[in-house]
């Protein structure tokens, strides 16, 4: 399994660009989230998805949509990029374990810049 | 509002000492925390989780305890080696729903050799 991927590795967009940063996942998790890390800081979830066909906010959703099209993809776009989204983004994965811990799977993230 | 915080920023450790990272959290409703190691230019990785009906779970090196009645948490390690040198993440969460979780800010644990 190749576990969670996450397209590009680094982005740097100007201000006002649009993009879409990609995560896929092969282990058939039901839940995935996205999550941005800033210098110094925890990670903090801006969508999440528990299946297919349903997304909900998480606490910095604002600036980014997503879609749950497939169980497999989970794509975070940034309509109108601006300076403060210049974040490490990571995508997530998980699904409910059978001694009731449930783990998440994290990616290695998208490094990205705007300008 | 909800919040996950960290006692300190920074820890540093002899090679071979035993570790303690510790985890405040605020919200009582929280039934399910997570302890993630992160290191330079990765993502996350889960190290150990415990349940809220649980006070303590062991891994291998690794063992986290809970204790609800302060709304506390913590990470030990055992035998600290240098490739335990990474930033350290508690996070908290819902039973319900896995894909929500609310992370600390974090504590770098720096293992001297």
């Known amino acids: 399994n190749a576990g969670v991927t996450q397209t590009p590795k680094f982005q740097v967009l100007k201000t006002g660009q649009s993009m879409t940063l990609q995560c896929a996942q092969d282990?058939?998790?039901?839940?995935m989230s996205w999550y941005r890390q800033d210098p110094g800081m925890g990670l903090r979830l801006i969508h999440y998805s528990v299946g297919a066909g349903i997304t909900d906010q998480g606490e910095v959703p604002n600036g980014y949509n997503v879609s749950r099209s497939t169980t497999e993809d989970f794509p975070l776009r940034l309509l109108s990029a601006a300076p403060s989204q210049t974040s490490v983004y990571f995508c997530?994965?998980?699904?409910?374990?059978?001694?009731?811990?449930?783990?998440?799977?994290f990616g290695p993230g998208t490094r990205l810049l705007v300008l | 509002g909800e919040s996950v915080g960290l006692h300190l920023p920074t820890l540093s450790v002899q090679e071979g000492d035993n570790s303690i990272i510790n985890c405040a959290y605020s919200n009582s409703a929280s039934d399910y925390f997570i302890w993630y190691k992160q290191e330079s230019g990765k993502g996350p990785q889960f190290i150990i989780d415990i349940r809220s009906n649980m006070d303590k779970r062991q891994g291998q090196r690794v063992t986290v305890l809970l204790n609800k009645t302060v709304k506390h948490l913590s990470l030990q390690i055992a035998a600290t080696q240098p490739g335990d040198s990474a930033v350290y993440f508690c996070?908290?969460?819902?039973?319900?729903?896995?894909?929500?979780?609310?992370f600390g800010q974090g504590t770098t644990l720096q293992v001297k050799p």
């Open positions: 282990m058939n998790h039901e839940y």
């Open positions: 996070a908290e969460g819902h039973s319900g729903n896995t894909g929500k979780l609310i």
């Open positions: 997530a994965s998980s699904t409910p374990g059978t001694g009731g811990g449930e783990t998440q799977y």
